[in-house]
Each structure stands twice: as C-alpha cells, then as structure tokens.
C-alpha cells in the first residue's frame, strides 16, 4: 500500500512539474510575441529608405545632397515611400495628378521641384520651413511669406491658402467634406511643414541615413 501511494505521489508531482513547465514557456513566448522592444524595432521609414541612394544621387546632381535626410522626410509625408509617384511630383511637374507611375521619375521631378523652391526660398531670405511648406504649396507661398515677415507659421499658410482658394472654389473644396481637418483651407496642407519637421526628428531617433558617401544608382 505504501509502495502505491509513493507512486501516486510521484505521478501528481511530475503532472504538475509538467504543467509548471508548460505555462512557463507559454507565458515566455507570450511575453516576446507582446514586448514593446519589437515594436521598436519597426522603422516606419522603411520603405522610403530603400530610395535613400537614389534620392542622395539625384541631389548630388544639384550640389544639395546634405538635404538627403529632408527630402526622405517630405517623401515620408507624402506617401510614406508607396506607389508609382512616391514624391507626388506629378503636378509639380506641371502633369496632372497621379500621371507619373515610375518612382525614379517621381524623385527626379521631386528633387527638382524642392531644388527650385530652396533656391527661390533663399533668394527671398525665408525661413526653411517656408521652404518645406512651399513643396507642398508652390512657390507662392515663398512670396507671401516674404512679404508677411519672412518666416513660416501656419496662420500665414491659412491666410495664404483661403486667398487660392478663393480663385478656384470648386477645385480647392476638400471634395465638399466639411469634416476634413483642412476645411475650409482647402488648398494644400497648412500643416504641412510641421508633419514634415516632425518627420525629420523622427528620422533621426532610427537607423541612421547616411550620406557621406554617393551610393551608385540602381534600377527599382
């Protein structure tokens, strides 16, 4: 009788060892599958860093590629690195929306246009939050702010956007939808500027971008 109950002690103490060991690993894994250091670890810029050498390469074809990390960070705003027209140059390519599909030709037309408004920007003697905001809205708004004190805010990206859409009424509406945060400063984002600088330190707190050397450019 004792030998049984020996045996039966044994057996209880090696179920339940085996349920210890089990909930131990499932509680382990559990903890990885929900640790906060791999959300960390996801780069939300992933995906317009794969244009970094491109974009660095086609910046360099105007003496500006100390500005790699900037326009990365505008393509972040714009479209997050997706698509056939990741810089949405298309419109400031003087094309209608959407009509470039080829990434390298988005970043030559995008690179361009922010060559053009950093120019004109510094000419004007604008802050360059100005000039980030201008890609966004044109080389107007370099104007206007040139006139109105020289540095970004955006109350004068309101003012500046009601004045365009007050040309246009039916094209700059929001689509009508009186719920969009820009209503009724319809045209373009006058936050803009704001998204893009945050976007920049945001960069900077992930893998490093680096610049200091010309990555040859490759096909996409």
């Not at 500005?67 to 990365?72: C, D």
Request: hydrophobic share 35%.
């Amino acid at each position: 009788m004792k030998k049984k109950r020996k045996r039966k002690k044994w057996r209880t103490f090696f179920v339940l060892f085996l349920l210890f060991c089990a909930l131990a690993w499932f509680q382990n894994h559990f903890d990885k599958q929900n640790s906060p250091l791999l959300v960390k670890n996801v780069d939300p810029f992933a995906e317009v860093k794969k244009y970094q050498p491109h974009i660095h390469d086609e910046l360099a074809k105007y003496g500006l590629e100390e500005h790699t990390a900037v326009v990365i960070a505008l393509m972040q705003q714009e479209s997050h690195g997706l698509g056939g027209d990741p810089m949405q140059a298309s419109e400031s390519a003087g094309l209608a929306k959407d009509t470039i599909n080829d990434p390298k030709q988005s970043i030559q037309a995008g690179v361009k246009h922010f060559q053009r408004v950093l120019t004109y920007g510094t000419q004007k003697k604008v802050d360059f939050s100005t000039i980030i905001q201008s890609y966004n809205m044109g080389i107007g708004y370099i104007d206007y702010v040139a006139q109105h004190g020289g540095k970004h805010s955006e109350e004068l990206a309101k003012e500046f956007s009601l004045i365009q859409v007050e040309k246009k009424p039916t094209l700059y509406n929001c689509s009508g939808d009186k719920s969009n945060f820009r209503y009724p400063y319809c045209y373009g984002d006058f936050t803009y500027s704001t998204k893009v600088t945050k976007n920049i330190q945001l960069l900077a707190d992930t893998i490093p971008v680096t610049t200091d050397e010309k990555t040859p450019s490759g096909s996409f």
